[in-house]
């Protein structure tokens, strides 16, 4: 989207080709010809960027002694405008053959040669050039450093378009230009090759391009192809809560994505990350799963099949289990498959249902657990835990949500009566300050973090605050660089300032809010040198955020898991919900709350009920109204009547006995739980696992029936995005051999057990669903369109539904917003002399959870292949330790090698763990204490040792 100036009131009113035209005040020529349907052909323009004027293609006569850019220049009263003279057309053609004297051929650009989008070529078509007749002068290279983009610098004519995409669109700052005169082209960085400089292959250069100069590389061996022979879908992207909405475009001869592309939505604006344009091969691997397996008699007693985290074989037959390490990360198929037999799907479907029911009837309700899937539909999602709550009578149903936002849920039920967000991260365009806390957002939500780097270009005060120096520390007005698990502290130490200086809203606090006196007793003793002590935040800059904040006139905090991801993390919310709350900052346009969802459809998944305290639109499962409501709505009439488990509880239960029996739909818990070891061992005791996935993941190999399910690339389905949009995804691909839809085996399994579904389609599960959901009302399959719709949504058919939320009341009982006041706690594990440094864990830009997916990708295991611990240069230097070196990370729970990243962005005595790569599981080293009120681990803080490591010897 092209950042544009503040809507001017006024018209003007000209003359293009002698028709009358009123356009906007402020319009270009360019904008109001186009509004007008005259067409005027350009090059170094493209809507979506700032105009710079450099081309002269689009060149108008406006009766001036020269032609003026109709790109730059605006629209005035009375101007007649001729935009298509012989003269005006005779210049473009000379520009044309200018341009095209020293381009490669036409069959040698690759744009031309693959997508046919070259638009160079296509006005050399238009004004009759022919450019292989033109002598050449070629030598400016090529660059193929990068995995996944070819630079072909004779390509380029220096229209700036990627430059303007990298900077003010994607905010990367990466592009800028090198050289004199006819030595001039496009650069990377300080001119370093595009592989080695901070380029993070985002493609939105790609997309930008003109001509040939930059384009995308196939991935692995599929070709790219012009997209008229090609199938083009519309859906969303597989991985981050911001759900871009793209484009696959399929070769259908081959059942293969050729390439993808960004498409215009209000929260993408076509924009992608490396993952969204480059990782969608995984579900072409050759490692699909394809069959149903059944574990072989010989296998038990069960346990991790292939090498595990810490080297060790746990499980298989006895004759297997001898020391090893192997490198690589996935689960070793020759080792696990041997372990399992192909068996039909009535086969498998009829274990799954008799063992389910089996150790129901001996165990009671208490005795089975589901774990569902934020990737799922929400469809799916639905289906799942009215299977469990309706088929096994119990609540026990949860979903990676407990490992992500589960916290700050919990706090905003208790503040405002809704986990969702109050408002859009778009929103933070009309904000005067933003603060951005505990999220790596450049890595996990990269679209979303476009918004903020370019609001702030647009004069949003961005104030950081993370442990790390993320990138977007680089983009931060104010940057806090906290200490681990002092964010109470810090934020109750701004509160004080903010009452001191009488910064509050008192009219918000008398008419919107209940508890101020309580919160206002509570940070009266965070005075800012006492918040300096313990979060180590300068006194000073405590108070000047906190003077920037009280006096903007709209505030928006965006938060990320290392807020939620804490013993503290339901007090670390509470908080930032009473900092927005004391100042008015909720239900006005640029304020408000947002914890940015992690998954894909985690908003949609916990919105549909799988959560074990919650039904569907999040009704009490311990309300008997709400029970009664759910039983008439299902035709049943034994629901329990009494909250479930939770993630971490159900593994706590497994070890004890308590669950035994679990079907995993899509989790791989084994990975993304704390503590693997006491994992591993809850798994290994269940009497029975089903696990439908499409990979043999780590906790398939404790499985008793494996069930191959469908990639999102291969059903339909909706998905509700942070911002609460629902999207419509649409089918992609054929699934291989016979994997199944996931809607469809949980109804098979569903039947099995007697309870009679009859579901034709996910749009007939959307109806049922929006009939329980009243927060859905109005959404269907036929109005949510190409770009879906925000919820609540009175009008669908005209409305993109409601970005700001609780503008007259809050969701409480009472409408009111409850202030809950937190006293700060220090972690549960402090460093000590054995263990002195703070571990915090969390993604990596290419990666996504446990890494099943995008290390299945080729692009993004390219990019990002190996597990690595991020170390202060002085801590390295103190340990011995250089950049690339192996080191050994040692918790009280466990121990991994990986190799060592010096990184600046670290604080001394910290250091951060991707926790996507099985052979060093960073949650082999975490601790599994739990928030009291969210439930959810400390994933953040943990104490370890670091020093160097040992390697040994392969086995072969
Ligand atoms: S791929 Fe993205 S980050 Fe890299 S140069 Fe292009 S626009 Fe910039
Ligand atoms: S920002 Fe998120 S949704 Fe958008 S392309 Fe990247 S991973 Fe996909």
């Not at 005027?40 to 850019?69: K, N, Q, S, T, W």
């Not at 909706?718 to 051999?737: A, E």
């Not at 250089?882 to 990243?901: C, H, P, Y």
Request: glycine share 10%; with cysteine; aromatic share 8%.
């Amino acid at each position: 989207m092209a950042i544009t100036a503040p809507d001017r009131t006024g018209t003007v009113t000209l003359t293009i080709d002698g028709h009358e035209v009123t356009a906007a005040e402020g319009s270009t020529i360019f904008q109001a010809a186009k509004a007008a349907g005259v067409d005027i052909p350009v090059l170094c323009h493209d809507e979506r960027y700032d105009p710079v004027g450099v081309c002269r293609m689009c060149v108008v006569d406006v009766g001036a002694p020269a032609f003026a850019a109709s790109c730059v220049r605006a629209c005035e009263n009375g101007m007649d405008v001729k935009t298509a003279t012989p003269e005006l057309e005779r210049s473009r053609a000379v520009l044309t053959e200018m341009l095209l004297s020293d381009q490669p051929g036409r069959e040698h650009d690759p744009k031309q040669a693959t997508t046919g989008d070259n638009e160079l070529l296509a006005l050399a078509d238009r004004f009759g050039v022919t450019p292989d007749a033109l002598p050449r002068a070629f030598g400016r290279g090529t660059d193929l450093s990068s995995p996944v983009i070819a630079v072909d610098h004779d390509a380029c004519i220096l229209c700036d378009r990627c430059v303007r995409a990298c900077d003010d669109i994607q905010g990367n700052d990466v592009i800028g230009r090198s050289g004199k005169g006819y030595a001039t082209r496009i650069a990377f960085d300080l001119n370093d090759p595009m592989g080695n400089s901070s380029c993070v292959s985002c493609g939105e250069c790609v997309a930008a391009c003109p001509t040939g100069a930059l384009t995308n590389k196939p991935i692995r061996t599929i070709p790219i192809r012009p997209r008229t022979e090609l199938d083009a879908v519309d859906t969303v992207c597989p991985y981050c809560g911001v759900g871009c909405a793209l484009t696959y475009y399929v070769d259908r001869e081959h059942n293969a994505i050729s390439f993808a592309e960004g498409r215009e939505q209000p929260g993408s604006h076509g924009r992608l990350c490396v993952k969204g344009r480059y990782g969608w091969d995984y579900a072409a691997s050759p490692q699909r799963l394809t069959t149903p397996l059944i574990r072989r008699e010989a296998s038990y007693p069960k346990g991790a099949l292939s090498a595990d985290v810490s080297g060790e074989m746990t499980g298989g037959a006895p004759q297997e289990r001898r020391r090893r390490r192997k490198p690589g990360g996935l689960v070793d198929y020759a080792e696990v498959l041997p372990h399992f037999r192909e068996a039909t799907w009535d086969e498998a479907l009829d274990l799954v249902a008799r063992r389910l029911t089996e150790i129901h009837a001996v165990g009671g309700p208490a005795a089975i657990a589901g774990f569902g899937s934020a990737k799922c539909s929400n469809e799916e999602a639905y289906l799942f835990q009215k299977l469990i709550r309706t088929g096994f009578h119990t609540n026990n149903v949860d979903h990676c949500t407990r490992l992500c936002h589960a916290s700050s849920v919990a706090a905003l039920f208790e503040g405002i009566g809704s986990g969702a967000v109050s408002t859009t991260y778009g929103d933070v365009i009309n904000a005067d300050v933003a603060i951005v806390t505990g999220s790596n957002s450049t890595a996990n939500h990269p679209v979303a973090s476009s918004f903020f780097k370019q609001a702030r270009r647009l004069g949003t005060t961005i104030i950081y605050v993370d442990p790390r120096a993320d990138k977007m520390a680089d983009h931060a007005d104010i940057y806090c660089q906290l200490k681990p698990g002092t964010d109470v502290a810090f934020y109750n130490g701004i509160m004080h300032e903010i009452i001191r200086l009488d910064l509050v809203d008192h009219d918000y606090i008398a008419t919107r809010t209940s508890g101020y006196e309580a919160l206002a007793r509570t940070v009266r003793n965070y005075p800012p040198e006492r918040a300096e002590q313990i979060s180590g935040i300068p006194a000073d800059v405590i108070r000047r955020v906190a003077r920037v904040w009280g006096e903007a006139g709209a505030g928006v905090i965006f938060w990320g898991m290392g807020i939620s991801q804490h013993t503290t993390g339901t007090d670390n919310a509470r908080c930032l919900i009473a900092l927005c709350a004391i100042t008015g900052n909720i239900g006005r346009p640029g304020s408000g709350l947002h914890p940015l969802r992690g998954q894909n459809n985690v908003q949609g998944a916990s919105d549909m009920g799988l959560i074990p305290m919650f039904y569907p639109d999040y009704a009490k499962a311990d309300d008997p109204g709400v029970k009664a409501r759910f039983e008439q709505a299902w035709g049943t009439s034994d629901l329990d009547p009494k909250r479930g488990l939770t993630v971490t509880e159900i593994i706590g239960s497994a070890l004890k006995g308590g669950v035994r029996g679990m079907y995993m739909l899509g989790e791989n818990p084994f990975l993304s739980d704390p503590n693997i070891n006491k994992v591993r061992k809850a798994l290994a005791a269940l009497e029975f696992l089903v696990v439908q996935d499409i990979f043999l993941t780590e906790t398939a190999e404790f499985a008793d029936v494996i069930l191959p399910a469908s990639s999102y690339l291969e059903k339909d389905g909706t998905y509700t995005n942070t911002d609460r949009r629902v999207q419509l995804g649409h089918k992609v691909l054929d699934s291989p051999g016979q994997a199944r839809l996931d809607w469809q085996v949980v109804q098979d399994i569903a039947n099995r057990i007697g309870l009679g579904w009859d579901y034709g389609s996910p749009r007939e599960v959307f109806d049922e669903m929006v009939s329980v959901i009243p927060s859905y009302a109005n959404l269907s399959y036929d109005n949510l369109g190409k770009t879906g719709k925000l919820y609540p949504n009175p009008d669908p058919e005209h409305g993109d539904g409601t970005v700001v939320m609780f503008g007259d009341r809050f969701n409480t009982n009472d409408g009111l917003a409850h202030l809950v006041p937190a006293e700060w706690l220090p972690a549960k594990e402090l460093p000590s002399e054995e263990y002195p440094f703070v571990l915090n864990t969390g993604r990596m830009l290419e990666h996504w959870h446990t890494g099943s997916m995008t290390r299945r990708s080729y692009a993004l295991d390219a990019i990002a292949p190996k597990a690595l611990v991020f170390v202060h240069p002085d801590d390295a230097a103190a340990l011995g330790l250089a950049d690339g070196d192996l080191a050994r990370v040692t918790s009280r729970r466990g121990s991994i090698e990986l190799e060592v990243k010096v990184s600046h962005r670290e604080a001394r005595g910290n250091c951060f763990i991707p926790f996507h790569f099985r052979e060093a599981a960073a949650n082999l080293l975490t601790i599994d204490e739990i928030d009291p009120f969210g439930k959810i681990p400390e994933f953040k803080f943990c104490a370890v040792r670091i020093e160097p490591g040992r390697i040994e010897p392969v086995d072969a």
